[in-house]
């Protein structure tokens, strides 16, 4: 049995229809992501997890226990928002040891917990600190650490590192896997960020009109598309159709409405079991440590993308050869 399970949810917000009969299901100790464009439903689950947003109809089980009618403060369920929500009055110790003297925790067993959080997380050296002190990512921290504290059967992050800089977004996310794998907490990380979805997650579920479009390990979501909708929104896939493969190949292996081709699938140099295409760069875009090539070929545009070597053969108006193999062809339904 998962130890979070969401069974045919559906919830409603100003009269509009946010989640329809969305089912889902996570085992303890996961990681999961919940990804997709803005406006797809996935801080409202959170939301509707955590008794922040009223259910209309369907169940959510955690660790086997009904807890869809519970009063948010009985769910023991812990949650990170976007804004850290900080007291600002209050040192970084006593903002984190909050939730706990609202359980009414002894004194000294309070102290202790804080101490050993605020190591976990690094912050042991600004216990005496004011949120107006620390740094965005120091503040993270403690939203954190304070929600960590009460040992909530699950915790919900919404989109917690968005107003992070690159950088330390990047140092941030790697410590927060790191901080769960140690812990064991499951958590649901909601993010419209596809690499971030990609590093920290166990599992991703795809969400698109407050439905889950597809489910599966970071590897399994990449790789194996299953629709349209996620073929968009992971990666930056070719589409291809039927006379375009049919064109490429000769036969089709598999019949579909759809076929995509992953960019970094098609290759400069000659690969086995690889029919051969001719074509000129038109565009050539650096993006990082990856060169992305638009190709104009007969068989239409496609996108190609290289490690970045600084490869003078890729510069714009070159006639280059490109290979592609037909297993690395997707093919989607609708």
Same mark, same amino acid.
């Given at each position: ?99 706990? *003297? %609202? ?6 067993? =309070?102290?202790? $917990?804080?101490?050993?959080?605020? +190591?976990?997380?690094?912050? &042991? ?71 971030? *979805? %990609? ?6 579920? =795809?969400?698109? $009109?407050?439905?889950?479009?597809? +489910?599966?390990?970071?590897? &399994? ?94 510069? &714009? ?18």
């Amino acid at each position: 049995m998962s130890y979070l399970t969401i069974e045919n949810l559906n919830l409603e917000l100003g009269g509009k229809m946010i989640l329809t009969d969305l089912n889902l299901s996570i085992e303890k100790g996961q990681l999961i992501s919940l990804l997709g464009p803005s406006g797809c439903g996935k801080s409202t689950l959170l939301r509707g997890i955590s008794g922040l947003n009223s259910i209309k109809s369907g169940k959510v089980m955690i660790d086997g226990q009904d807890i869809t009618k519970l009063a948010p403060k009985k769910r023991e369920v812990g949650m990170v928002f976007q804004s850290y929500a900080l007291f600002p009055n209050l040192t970084v110790a006593d903002n984190v040891a909050f939730g706990l *003297a %609202m359980k009414r925790v002894k004194k000294d067993a =309070v102290n202790k $917990k804080v101490a050993q959080i605020l +190591e976990l997380v690094g912050l &042991e050296d600004k216990a005496k600190s004011y949120p107006s002190e620390l740094s965005g990512g120091q503040q993270q921290r403690v939203a954190l650490a304070r929600s960590i504290v009460v040992e909530p059967k699950v915790l919900l992050l919404d989109e917690p590192l968005s107003a992070l800089d690159a950088q330390i977004r990047r140092q941030l996310r790697l410590e927060l896997c790191r901080l769960q794998r140690k812990l064991g907490i499951t958590m649901i990380f909601v993010t419209h960020d596809q690499e971030e *979805a %990609m590093t920290i997650s166990d599992r991703i579920f =795809v969400m698109h $009109k407050g439905k889950i479009a597809q +489910e599966g390990t970071p590897s &399994e979501v990449y790789f194996h598309p299953q629709n349209e909708f996620v073929a968009g929104f992971i990666g930056n896939y070719n589409k291809l159709n039927k006379m375009q493969v049919e064109q490429l190949f000769g036969s089709l292996d598999k019949d579909g409405s759809t076929y995509v081709l992953r960019p970094e699938a098609i290759d400069f140099t000659p690969q086995a079991h690889a029919v051969s295409v001719v074509g000129q760069i038109i565009e050539r875009h650096i993006l990082g440590n990856v060169v992305r090539c638009t190709v104009q070929t007969q068989h239409g545009t496609l996108w190609v993308d290289r490690i970045n070597q600084g490869q003078a053969e890729l510069d &714009e108006s070159k006639d280059v050869t490109l290979f592609i193999r037909q297993e690395d062809v997707v093919t989607l339904h609708q």
